[in-house]
């Protein structure tokens, strides 16, 4: 019999890629005969972190093949004025179209293509796709909130010819709570930009997809799924159908993304975990990349130190410059960043860990009571899968409008309130902890619990993420 394939496209970024051999796995689950090909970019990868990550990967599914796209590079004498790193990423996958469409006609001589599976990041791919015949299908890696104003943008761009900064109203968007200009991802704040360009493209051609393959729950984000579901996102043309297949989280059997890390193989923070009482300690963990300034992380310090409550708290070097990304990747020097004395003072009632922690494996462990995030999508799914009530700090990407969904749509979170320049004050930081553990923090923690069972129903046999599964890998046999 014919080999059946699935071909995978990520977009150069862990956070993007681990979610998408998630689904890899999902697929595999469900019809074991699949080959599952991941199509890699050369760009931007932190080889560091990805390599052992696809060795594991490769090691431990024999069905999954990695294919190193080659490197692209722009003219020299391309030039500019987008002030965002990820519009040089974006350019670059531009290019990568000529190396999509050698990689499926290569895989199509020994397999046929059932899919296509792409990243939003990856538009480009699906005009590929179609001419070749073969269905292509989005996967959106982040909340169905985010999905349904990007199904929407495209009517946004007509309705308007402001862009999102200059807009001073309250944008309301189907299935959504009121949301801010400012909290849509920088990428789309301004028109004139070459990344909304591109952004405002990937949204026009995820309209002629065979589907959209969403990483969320049903139960989870119930009014988005609905107005996605119910066309209202689209008014003027048919939605690709959605189909929810989330939670996906990454299970720590091949590669570490959600289980170890760089650098950090021992579960010392796990050992102590085991000797602080039940749901007591707030976790502080901020992604893959999260980091703050010199300044913002001894207000932290100042704020756990007063707040008396049990933290475990994972510290990368500060970050350069405005932004909230790590740039270096050395070990963090805590005696010089952290306030003098203060981890003497805090010894016994927290921990703090270089770098990076197990976060799925921490968010698991019984100690573990609140969860301060960054609302990256993959940490905000792995706390919810743990039943762990978490506070929404923003730093970058779509994170902000993750905040708003988080907060008055799943309500799974209460907010982090930052200054006017973005900051966060010791006193914040200490209102917040200390108050945690009392009746305010009650009623999110009783939706969690009940979020918890109904998202593991989800993806148990019967469960509404397993029957998306099935309808999306059996529309593939009628093809
Ligand atoms: N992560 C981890 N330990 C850390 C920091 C991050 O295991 O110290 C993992 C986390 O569990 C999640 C991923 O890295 O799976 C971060 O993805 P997310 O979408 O939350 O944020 P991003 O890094 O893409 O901003």
Not at 275 to 298: H, I, N
Request: aromatic share 6%; charged share 20%.
């Amino acid at each position: 019999m014919e080999d059946q394939a699935v071909v995978l496209y990520s977009a150069p970024a862990i956070g993007h890629l681990t979610p998408m051999v998630e689904l890899g796995k999902l697929l595999l689950a469900n019809r074991p005969s699949f080959s599952i090909h991941v199509l890699l970019p050369s760009q931007a990868y932190d080889g560091g972190t990805v390599s052992p990550y696809i060795a594991a990967v490769s090691a431990a599914y024999r069905s999954i093949t990695f294919h190193h796209l080659p490197p692209t590079s722009l003219p020299p004498d391309y030039s500019t004025t987008s002030p965002h790193l990820e519009t040089l990423a974006l350019e670059l996958l531009c290019l990568n179209s000529p190396n999509v469409h050698r990689a499926l006609v290569s895989i199509s001589k020994t397999s046929r293509v059932r899919a296509l599976v792409i990243d939003f990041f990856c538009a480009n791919a699906l005009p590929v796709a179609r001419g070749l015949g073969i269905p292509c299908y989005y996967f959106f890696s982040s909340a169905a909130g985010g999905l349904a104003k990007f199904l929407r943008l495209p009517v946004l761009h007509r309705t308007t010819t402001k862009s999102l900064k200059d807009l001073d109203t309250v944008l309301r968007f189907p299935g959504l709570p009121p949301l801010l200009p400012s909290d849509i991802p920088d990428l789309l704040q301004d028109r004139n930009d070459r990344a909304y360009e591109l952004l405002l493209e990937s949204a026009t051609n995820m309209l002629m997809a065979s589907g959209i393959i969403g990483n969320t729950s049903e139960k989870l984000e119930e009014e988005a799924v609905k107005a996605i579901k119910d066309g209202k996102c689209v008014p003027d043309g048919p939605t690709p159908p959605l189909y929810c297949i989330g939670p996906l989280v990454a299970s720590g059997d091949g590669g570490k993304a959600g289980s170890g890390g760089p650098g950090n193989d021992t579960p010392e923070c796990l050992t102590w975990l085991d000797s602080q009482p039940r749901e007591s300690v707030v976790l502080l963990c901020f992604g893959s990349l999260g980091a703050f300034s010199a300044e913002q992380l001894k207000e932290i310090a100042t704020g756990l130190e007063r707040s008396g409550q049990r933290f475990l708290w994972v510290i990368r070097n500060p970050a350069t410059g405005k932004g909230h990304k790590a740039v270096s990747t050395g070990e963090p020097d805590l005696d010089a960043l952290l306030p003098e004395g203060f981890l003497e003072r805090t010894a016994g009632r927290g921990l703090v860990v270089k770098s990076w922690a197990p976060q799925v494996a921490v968010l698991n462990h019984g100690a573990v009571g609140w969860f301060v995030t960054h609302c990256g999508w993959n940490s905000v799914l792995e706390a919810v899968c743990a039943g762990v009530p978490m506070i929404a700090w923003p730093l970058y990407a779509e994170q902000r409008q993750n905040r708003v969904f988080m907060v008055e749509a799943m309500r799974v979170a209460l907010p982090m309130k930052e200054e006017g320049d973005g900051s966060v004050s010791a006193a914040e930081v200490e209102r917040r902890v200390r108050g945690l553990m009392g009746s305010e923090g009650e009623a999110v923690r009783e939706r969690m619990r009940y979020l918890k069972e109904e998202v593991k129903a989800a993806v148990s046999p019967g469960g509404s993420a397993q029957a998306a599964v099935a309808k999306l890998v059996e529309s593939w046999d009628i093809v």
